[in-house]
């Protein structure tokens, strides 16, 4: 189950993430001599972004891809990548590695199994993942009601991306599956404003994952979720 920590600022919650972060892909170079991060989109992230790329750490060991794209060209102002480019692989970060979800496929669906090849060469588990919710209880590109949710919740699919068209919002997506995100060392849940915390509530406070798929996250086992909130 997820625990969740408020945080009095976003400022207090952004320096406490920047750092389990950047002590979890320390973990990973240490063991394994490189570490790997994913990472989701969206306004939320940005001041945390900032931070980690001044953080000192071998980010030339680091791979970094995202748990969800927009299937836009990598430039335009709705990229996902654009905005991890330009926010966090800055600075100190500059060298780290990135994986992108995004490929000439026409869509996601045609596109997926060659970014799946991708990101088998990441290692695996992902030392870190972090994670947004969207207020209909969307996580990554995992949308309530879409036609491809469940195969991408199955953890028998052996499936690390899939595409996806969802119901409440704009643009198909390609999105980490439910099964490659929990293979993962830890899963941060990073979520700011009052609304965002009265989501979280109703989400836990269920099971249906098709009415809210960050459950699938929330109340599974497999892999320590902290969840991260500051009004």
């Avoid at 920047?18 to 989109?41: H, M, N, P």
């Avoid at 800055?90 to 496929?105: E, G, I, W, Y």
Wanted: glycine share 6%; net charge negative; proline share 5%.
């Amino acid at each position: 189950m997820a625990d969740l920590t408020n945080f009095p600022s976003t400022d207090d919650l952004n320096r406490r993430l920047a750092q389990r972060i950047i002590t979890e892909l320390q973990k990973g170079i240490t063991s394994k001599g490189k570490a790997s991060l994913v990472v989701s989109g969206g306004k939320t992230p940005l001041g945390l972004f900032k931070l980690l790329s001044q953080q000192p750490l071998e980010w030339d060991k680091v791979t970094i891809t995202l748990a969800d794209e927009r299937w836009v060209d990598c430039h335009d102002e709705a990229s996902n990548e654009k905005l991890v480019r330009e926010n966090l692989i800055q600075d100190q970060a500059a060298t780290a590695q990135f994986v992108s979800l995004k490929n000439d496929s026409l869509t996601p669906f045609d596109g997926a199994a060659g970014i799946e090849k991708s990101l088998k060469d990441i290692v695996k588990p992902f030392d870190v993942v972090i994670l947004g919710m969207g207020d209909d209880g969307h996580t990554a590109s995992l949308f309530p009601g879409a036609e491809n949710l469940f195969p991408a919740l199955d953890m028998k699919s052996k499936k690390l991306c899939m595409g996806m068209t969802p119901l409440t919002a704009p643009l198909d997506r390609l999105t980490l599956t439910l099964p490659a995100l929990l293979n993962s060392r830890q899963i941060f849940l990073h979520l700011v404003g009052e609304n965002k915390r009265v989501v979280y509530h109703q989400a836990q406070e269920g099971n249906d994952v098709n009415e809210m798929p960050v459950r699938a996250i929330i109340h599974q086992t497999q892999t320590p979720v902290d969840v991260f909130w500051s009004a």
